[in-house]
């Protein structure tokens, strides 16, 4: 089918209804079985259209009949499941791979020799995989090609040395595979080089305002008038590079006020030069960096996000164009607009949520056969921006008067206020024992009083989830989402339960089950019966300051994939890099297995009196702990010098690169999103809205293009139609 031929032109005279796509056989039909394949490949192309809209993806690409079974088939819940699999496998032979995380510990002290695999195990997975990935992939083509031919030039390299090569390149690209498989990750990422340079202006004022008070703190602790001073200095300033790093954790206030502590014991005076420092750098200069983060990212995002709009409402007029070109003929006029049968044809094709193609499909049915305009068709499709709410399956009916009365009682709401109060119970026991066993040796505890009111209340969750099975129904009960985590965790604790009195017996005076191995059933128990506390979650709802917090925390969490995955990615790469740069540079002082005993033989507050020893970059799995620990700048000036002494001084561009990039730039781009969902939730009209109870017409904040949906603006139609004219596959007749 020729490519160049017009997809949206119209046929002139005819009865038959075409696209006027393909050879001239197809355009020259006026009946028969080349009308029936025009229709059919209209239809496609609406289908195709339709799904481009409900997932903001852009329409250039090709419509011939062979190239939209493949891009639909590789658009499939099947196929992104696999290649989404993929990715996670190609991303956990780090975990495999020399070195290996299968230890139990990550103490230099006490880690006995990992597993590591054979040579070519990991290769020839990875080697199928990546290949896997490449030849179903068509998207940032230049950039597989690179990494492909990277990444099996590594691989030869490591085949060809036995796997006893010093670096793995290969390592390093294979968090392009998560980054390529998300539009919204790589809108982020747009965002971020976008906002850059905004950032940089800051970030040189915070170099700047470093550098001047260093400067000055040299000059300040440079003499030896008083032994304050000299400490200072000894400690903090000792050269340029110490003084420059003590204030850069200053600046996150992770070492104060020990930095200050040496100077002011001796004179007040010197607090007033960390006061200033402080007050300039983490409350002004930090905080104004946060300020054009947000201001920054936000516009840039809001400019991305329109976009995602226009793509969406183009792809649903392209698919109006194609399905607008069949309604010709049979004495209607030409370019009316859409048959309706013809678009619940297509939307029995289109991949969607069942609820809201169940909606769509209502209001098509709702015109009868008058054809569908252009704007009544893009207003069936807004249905996909409001909350649909969900129908629960009806209660069972019973014919006994008693079985009436018992269903209205125990589906009434009342009841799970009783269940609330009995699960408060629930843990004011476990708290009141907590404290009363607190100064009591394991061994000497006697649960037996505990023991009896966990089977009570063990007991009460098993009877209140099959009384709601009666008054609700199976599908009923498991129509709510409460209802199935509670029943799951009656479930466990049941399973629990009968499992410790099956071990220990029923509790009885001077009852205490015994450890066997991690945990001990009992244990176990008692853990899993903490899980009934988010039964309190339920509440939260009708309260409506609590409802809006609330509701911000679950929109960011469903729209954390796209932050999420940019952070997997920079922790992915930091992580190979420090095991390339700092892999057994922490070791221990030989004869000494652990220096608990000794540790006044070492600095206080030091790596090794503190016995971080399990922070490190040996394996990939301590690499990523290390960094979270970094990241938190709690104490982060102890991996600063540890890893200066045990490596070089050079190892601090290292954690301060991770810091900028982990702490200053990603936390701020998630602060920005907090702020931004939580502003648009505070808006007043959205409270007066929320407040009348207008549910229905809210939007869903199932995505992030959702989350900011009623601040965007609705494209032209002028646009739209300009933009479909100079489609690369896709010409306008009209």
């Excluded at 670096?167 to 690209?173: E, G, Q, S």
């Excluded at 104004?288 to 400019?303: D, E, P, V």
């Excluded at 969902?677 to 904040?701: A, C, I, P």
């Amino acid at each position: 089918m020729a490519e160049s031929e017009p997809l949206l032109s119209r046929v002139r005279g005819g009865r038959g209804r075409h696209c006027g796509v393909g050879s001239p056989a197809f355009r020259g039909a006026l009946g028969g079985p080349g009308a029936e394949a025009g229709w059919d490949l209209c239809f496609d192309q609406a289908v195709v259209f339709i799904e481009d809209a409900i997932q903001y993806r852009s329409i250039n690409h090709r419509m011939d009949a062979r190239s939209m079974w493949l891009y639909r088939w590789y658009y499939s819940d099947t196929c992104q499941w696999i290649l989404s699999f993929t990715i996670f496998l190609i991303l956990c032979l780090a975990f495999i791979e020399t070195p290996s995380s299968f230890t139990s510990t990550s103490d230099v002290r006490y880690r006995m020799a990992p597993w590591n695999p054979p040579c070519g195990l990991t290769e020839g997975i990875e080697s199928y995989l990546v290949g896997w990935v490449q030849f179903w992939k068509n998207l940032w083509l230049l950039g597989y090609l690179l990494v492909l031919i990277v990444s099996l030039t590594d691989w030869t390299v490591s085949l060809s040395l036995v796997c006893h090569e010093p670096l793995r390149i290969r390592r390093l690209f294979r968090p392009f595979f998560l980054l390529q498989n998300s539009s919204m990750m790589k809108k982020t990422l747009k965002c971020i080089r976008w906002s850059l340079p905004e950032m940089a202006s800051v970030v040189l004022l915070l170099a700047l305002h470093l550098c001047v008070f260093t400067m000055l703190g040299m000059l300040l602790f440079a003499g030896e008038k008083d032994d304050g001073q000299d400490r200072e200095r000894l400690t903090y300033f000792r050269n340029l590079p110490e003084a420059l790093t003590s204030l850069l954790v200053l600046l996150t206030t992770a070492n104060n006020p020990d930095v200050m502590v040496p100077a002011y014991s001796k004179n007040r005076a010197y607090a007033i030069f960390f006061i200033i420092f402080t007050l300039i750098g983490s409350l002004f200069l930090m905080n104004l960096l946060t300020a054009i983060i947000y201001n920054q990212f936000r516009g840039y995002l809001m400019k991305s996000l329109q976009a995602s709009l226009f793509r969406k409402r183009l792809g649903t007029r392209a698919a109006y164009e194609v399905l607008s070109s069949t309604a010709e003929g049979d004495g209607q006029p030409r370019g009316v607009g859409v048959k309706p049968q013809d678009l619940l044809q297509v939307l029995q094709k289109v991949q969607m949520d069942r609820t809201y193609k169940q909606a769509i499909m209502e209001m098509v049915r709702s015109h009868g056969g008058s054809l569908l305009s252009a704007d009544e068709f893009q207003k069936i499709f807004n249905e996909l921006d409001k909350r649909r709410t969900k129908e629960h399956p009806p209660w069972p009916q019973y014919q006994s008067p008693f079985l009436q009365s018992a269903q209205f009682l125990f589906g009434h709401l009342y009841f799970d206020y009783l269940g609330n109060l009995i699960v408060l119970a629930n843990l004011v026991s476990i708290c009141v024992f907590l404290v009363i066993d607190a100064d009591v040796v394991p061994r000497n505890r006697d649960d037996f009083v505990l023991g009896i009111l966990n089977c009570v209340f063990v007991l009460y969750y098993l009877v209140e989830m099959l009384l709601k099975v009666f008054a609700l129904g199976l599908a009923g009960y498991l129509s709510y989402p409460s209802n199935v985590f509670d029943g799951l965790v009656t479930i466990a604790l049941l399973v629990l339960e009968l499992s410790t009195l099956a071990v220990y017996r029923f509790p009885h005076p001077g009852w205490k089950p015994e450890v066997q191995g991690l945990l001990s059933l009992w244990d176990m128990l008692r853990l899993v019966n903490m899980l009934i506390v988010f039964r309190f979650l339920r509440i939260v709802p009708s309260m409506k300051l609590m409802a809006v917090v609330a509701s911000t925390i679950l929109d960011l969490i469903k729209n954390m994939r796209a932050f999420g995955g940019i952070l997997v990615v920079v922790y992915y790469v930091f992580a190979i890099i420090g095991i390339n740069l700092f892999r057994g540079v922490i070791v221990v002082p030989p004869g000494n297995g652990s220096l608990a005993p000794d540790n006044g033989s070492v600095a206080c507050g030091s790596y090794e009196q503190l016995e971080y020893w399990a922070n490190n970059f040996d394996d990939f799995a301590a690499a990523l702990v290390t960094l979270w620990n970094v990241m938190v700048v709690n104490n982060w000036q102890v991996f600063l010098d540890a890893y200066r002494r045990y490596s070089g001084p050079w190892s601090k561009i290292y954690f301060v690169m991770w810091w900028l990039v982990s702490s200053v730039i990603w936390v701020n781009l998630f602060l920005a999103l907090i702020l931004e969902n939580f502003l648009h939730k505070w808006d007043r009209r959205s409270h007066l809205q929320s407040v009348s109870g207008v549910l229905e017409t809210t939007y869903e904040m199932s995505t992030v293009e959702l989350l900011f949906r009623d601040i965007l603006e609705e494209p032209a139609e002028e646009e739209l139609v300009e933009k479909l004219k100079r489609h690369p596959h896709v010409q306008l007749c009209r």
